[in-house]
């Protein structure tokens, strides 16, 4: 048989496969992994893109003290296996296994034994039909192996029996990807018969690899970028099996290592976890092995220790290496794209650890890696290792303690409504330089996702999607509105479910003061409470004297702002922004020899307005670029970004020459509102937007709230 299998020294299998350090575990006798050629991934989140173009492999049983491999599904061997994992009392496997190009993932399960093969999901009633709408593989580079089916991937056994797993049903597109060529996937859940599928999250961007944490909690890796840059944040995040309670775990303002995936909890150890730090690209999650301490300062570097420290990621793209041979080079750092190299830790204790591991071949070669037991001292022993295919994923064949199954906690009125409640404690703990008494309200927006409906066809097209803004925002924004602060800085407020919801804390011209720049997706019927802006998952709410004033009374309702007619709304320049510098500002600033050389007429440009490039382009506004992050994505302190911090909002409170007139409260709320929500221009995905189509009726529509927010074309497609 083409394979080496590696029978493990004596010392091995007295240590680094036996009893762990901090949780009595029994020795390792059988090892379950995956066997399949490495995958060509473009990126983290692309392996079911375009990193499949092999086909064949196996899920494994491997026998430790003999070396006898046996494979589980013969029959599927022509297929791809991707993830798996194992029930709690080791009886069974539930793993994602692609069939064809033109298949799509789906979810399957079996027993240890080879017996009870079951499908769990399947393809959509759909499929074809979406297929035929959505595929542009003939466009080539990353679209060439994908037709924009539904893949469905990386499931994990929940404590109440169910199934959580990602999928890119959603039909979402990556926001920083204009022609569309990737998808976006995101936590959904089954019962363990596949039935009753739930979709858990709405994130914009993608969600992968869950994990159950011992107290029940779902560990997963999370990619967002709302209003910093989208190369990196992909940190890790917890969630209840309900989707209630997401929470940041480490990594939401941490620049490198770029991505933190495949993180799992520590045996025994609550706040202790193992991740493989990545490259954001060229990769299929590739890269170096890191433990994760979060009693540490987690909006730091110091929580983590490299258990493979020759290893790291120091940059958007590959993988940095420490050469400690002898010669010129030796004790420096240097890239390429060869191992040492790994994949899928799995902890037998806080120091001990199954890998895949790469010595020294390309990152991408198609059977480069083996199975490895490493420890924190640096000693790499090979386990198994196949001629023909690269292994994964190796787990110990081992019942474990089932979690805690933990209740549900929805109020089933609200959930009835969709909405769930929100109750901040102080909004001034966690701000700096901040009075008490400086803070009027809240402002409650939204990430908006793109969907797939919205891919453009026609030409000429300045995106194959959605175009938002000019350097700023890379997706939509909505606005639900604002909420009163009580004068103990406490708010007590209902938000929609389902949506990416986040947060600003205005002053009382309703200016921004601080900004949340991330989303939590409130599932119907929650309740959830923060400590305060800024505040860390492990903060305590600390011992107050008084209840909060702002639960003496019900949860109040968003309300609209000066100058709205509802509380809930798209913003659109065209119609928030335009009017009021109409109405006060082109007077002077006109297209006939305007004021210091300032066009804010409302003239269309090639994709936007005079006025919106004049102002970006003159950065009169403060923000954030979503398309970037080279400076990594530090806390920012209050008042420097935004409206407080912009040019613009200065001079117009101040007065021009000659024009000292405030703006009517309304007017300036508007001005305030859009540069506070990124100076994002279009309010929704849908329409033509090239100056070419002027003419054409479905020209830069005026978005409803409903178009904003839909997955679901406004026009028939003859239409739009």
């Known amino acids: 048989m083409k394979r080496i299998a590696l029978f493990l020294h004596v010392i091995l299998i007295a240590g680094i496969l036996t009893a762990a350090a901090h949780a009595a575990q029994p020795e390792v006798d059988k090892l379950v992994f995956v066997k399949r050629y490495t995958y060509g991934s473009s990126h983290f989140y692309t392996d079911f893109i375009d990193g499949v173009d092999k086909f064949g492999g196996n899920l494994c049983l491997l026998d430790v003290k003999t070396g006898k491999v046996t494979e589980l599904l013969p029959e599927m061997k022509e297929g791809i296996f991707g993830r798996f994992d194992l029930s709690f009392d080791a009886k069974r496997i539930v793993f994602d296994w692609k069939k064809a190009p033109r298949e799509g993932f789906r979810i399957y399960e079996i027993g240890v034994d080879g017996s009870g093969l079951r499908q769990l999901t399947f393809r959509p009633d759909d499929e074809d039909a979406r297929i035929a709408k959505y595929d542009n593989s003939s466009n080539g580079g990353t679209a060439r192996m994908y037709y924009h089916q539904t893949d469905d991937m990386h499931p994990c056994y929940l404590p109440d029996g169910g199934i959580v797993f990602t999928s890119s049903r959603c039909e979402y597109g990556t926001l920083c990807d204009g022609p569309d060529h990737l998808a976006t996937a995101v936590l959904y859940r089954i019962d363990g018969d596949g039935r009753n599928m739930q979709k858990l999250t709405n994130s914009a961007v993608s969600e992968f690899s869950p994990s159950i944490m011992e107290d029940g909690w779902i560990l997963y890796t999370r990619w967002e970028y709302v209003d910093k840059g989208q190369l990196g944040i992909k940190c890790l995040w917890a969630m209840r099996p309900d989707g209630t309670g997401s929470k940041e775990i480490y990594?939401?303002?941490?620049?490198?290592?770029?991505?933190?995936?495949?993180?799992?909890?520590?045996?025994?150890?609550?706040?202790?976890?193992?991740?493989?730090?990545?490259?954001?690209?060229?990769?299929?999650?590739?890269?170096?092995?890191?433990?994760?301490?979060?009693?540490?300062?987690?909006?730091?570097?110091?929580?983590?220790?490299?258990?493979?420290?020759?290893?790291?990621?120091r940059q958007e793209a590959g993988w940095n290496h420490l050469v400690?041979?002898?010669?010129?080079?030796?004790?420096?750092?240097?890239?390429?794209?060869?191992?040492?190299?790994?994949?899928d830790p799995f902890p037998l204790s806080d120091s001990e650890f199954l890998v895949a591991y790469n010595p020294d071949k390309r990152w991408n070669d198609p059977h480069a890696y083996g199975l490895y037991a490493i420890d924190d001292s640096g000693r790499h022993e090979l386990i198994y290792k196949d001629e023909d295919f690269s292994c994964w994923q190796p787990t110990p064949l081992r019942p474990r303690k089932r979690p805690p199954v933990l209740p549900d906690a929805a109020d089933p009125t609200l959930a009835a409504k969709n909405l769930a409640v929100c109750m901040v404690q102080d909004v001034y703990r966690g701000m700096e330089d901040v009075e008490r008494g400086e803070v009027k309200w809240i402002r409650i927006l939204e990430q908006i996702p793109r969907p797939w409906a919205c891919r453009r066809t026609w030409e000429p097209a300045l995106s194959h999607t959605g175009l938002i803004s000019r350097g700023s925002a890379l997706a939509g924004k909505a606005l639900y509105g604002v909420v009163p602060v009580q004068e103990d800085g406490s708010a007590h407020f209902l938000v929609p479910a389902d949506r990416n919801i986040y947060f600003e804390a205005l002053d009382e011209n309703f200016m921004e003061i601080q900004r949340e720049r991330t989303y939590v997706n409130y599932r119907p019927g929650e309740t959830r409470s923060c400590v305060g802006c800024h505040e860390?998952?492990?903060?305590?709410?600390?011992?107050?004297?008084d209840p909060p004033l702002a639960l003496n009374g019900p949860p109040v309702m968003p309300q609209p702002q000066p100058g709205d007619k509802?509380?809930?709304?798209?913003?659109?320049?065209?119609?928030?922004?335009?009017?009021v510098?109409?109405?006060?500002?082109?007077?002077?600033?006109?297209?006939?020899?305007?004021?210091?050389?300032?066009?804010?007429?409302?003239?269309?440009?090639?994709?936007?307005?005079?006025?919106?490039?004049?102002?970006?382009?003159?950065?009169?506004?403060?923000?954030?670029?979503?398309?970037?992050?080279?400076?990594?994505?530090?806390?920012s302190p209050p008042r420097t970004v935004g409206s407080h911090a912009s040019r613009l909002i200065e001079q117009v409170r101040r007065g021009c020459p000659g024009n000292e007139r405030k703006l009517p409260l309304a007017d300036?709320?508007?001005?305030?509102?859009?540069?506070?929500?990124?100076?994002?221009?279009?309010?929704?995905?849908?329409g033509r937007l090239h100056i070419e189509h002027r003419d054409h009726p479905n020209f830069r529509p005026v978005p409803t709230l409903q178009e904003a927010l839909s997955t679901v074309a406004p026009l028939p497609d003859d239409r739009r």
């Not at 860390?536 to 004297?545: H, K, Q």
């Not at 066009?599 to 307005?609: C, I, K, P, R």
């Not at 300036?668 to 849908?686: E, Q």
Request: aromatic fraction near 10%; glycine fraction near 10%; hydrophobic fraction near 30%.
């Open 566 to 579: 509802t509380a809930a709304r798209p913003l659109h320049y065209p119609t928030d922004v335009q009017p």
């Open 324 to 343: 400690d041979v002898t010669g010129s080079n030796a004790g420096r750092w240097v890239r390429h794209t060869n191992g040492p190299l790994y994949m």
């Open 536 to 545: 860390t998952p492990n903060r305590s709410p600390g011992v107050v004297a």
């Open 581 to 635: 510098l109409d109405r006060h500002c082109v007077r002077c600033h006109g297209d006939d020899d305007p004021a210091d050389g300032l066009d804010l007429t409302g003239e269309l440009t090639t994709a936007f307005s005079r006025s919106y490039e004049n102002i970006l382009r003159r950065r009169l506004v403060k923000t954030f670029d979503e398309g970037s992050d080279w400076g990594g994505t530090p806390y």
């Open 251 to 313: 990594g939401n303002d941490i620049q490198f290592p770029p991505t933190m995936l495949h993180g799992r909890q520590i045996p025994g150890r609550s706040n202790l976890f193992v991740m493989l730090g990545t490259p954001h690209y060229p990769q299929s999650g590739i890269g170096t092995v890191i433990l994760v301490d979060t009693t540490k300062n987690i909006r730091t570097r110091e929580p983590m220790t490299y258990v493979t420290p020759h290893v790291d990621i």
């Open 668 to 686: 300036f709320v508007k001005l305030a509102t859009w540069v506070d929500a990124n100076a994002v221009y279009y309010g929704s995905y849908w």
